[in-house]
């Protein structure tokens, strides 16, 4: 019988080769981080989201059985095929600016010209509260930075800073259709 960490192994597994195998972006969301947003199966079975990236867990499954010290404290930047969140926010040389897209693509194409990976996400978060700056409102979102950045062979989608603040704002459910 595999242990339970090996079973989150496995599972994390099948699920990046399923979406490996799809075509077109995708939503990356966050989850493990606040007490408040569901269990990872709930947040699997929303449909809105093809990666769960788990982070900053200190403590998992039932009862809450604690993570060996190197699962815990920090975002993998790089998956198993070569995917690469970048996270565009809190920092404003690097992100939106209401109505001004040219930091933000300048520090896309720096990213996708530098950085040998397959897929680049834009990391942004969920809501006006789950970052001090670079929330994007989903119609600047879906209508100027979405279009201006699809274009690119390494765009791979969307990463949410979190499950939490998704669900109180309903952001990737906003955004599916245009990602």
């Known amino acids: 019988m ?11 597994v099948m699920f990046v080769i399923m979406v490996a195998q799809s075509e077109g972006g995708g939503i990356a969301i966050y989850w493990g981080q606040n007490g408040n947003e569901g269990t990872l199966a709930d947040t699997c079975a929303t449909g809105n989201y ?4 788990l982070a900053f867990l200190s403590t998992f499954g039932a009862p809450q059985c604690p993570f060996p010290d190197q699962w815990v404290g920090g975002a993998l930047e790089t998956g198993l095929f070569d995917y690469v969140w970048v996270q565009f926010y809190n920092n404003p040389p690097c992100q939106f600016q209401s109505g001004d897209l040219n930091n933000l693509e300048g520090s896309w194409n720096q990213w996708t010209s530098s950085i040998q990976a397959t897929k680049i996400f834009l990391g942004l978060p969920a809501a006006p509260d789950a970052a001090g700056s670079g929330f994007i409102p989903v119609n600047d979102l879906t209508s100027s930075v979405l279009p201006a950045l699809k274009g690119s062979d390494k765009y791979g989608g969307v990463m949410l800073w979190s499950k939490y603040y998704d669900d109180e704002t309903g952001y990737s459910a906003s955004i599916k259709t245009d990602v």
Do not use: C, D, P
């Open 50 to 53: 093809q990666f769960v990236n």
């Open 2 to 12: 595999a242990s339970m960490k090996e079973q989150v192994v496995i599972f994390l």
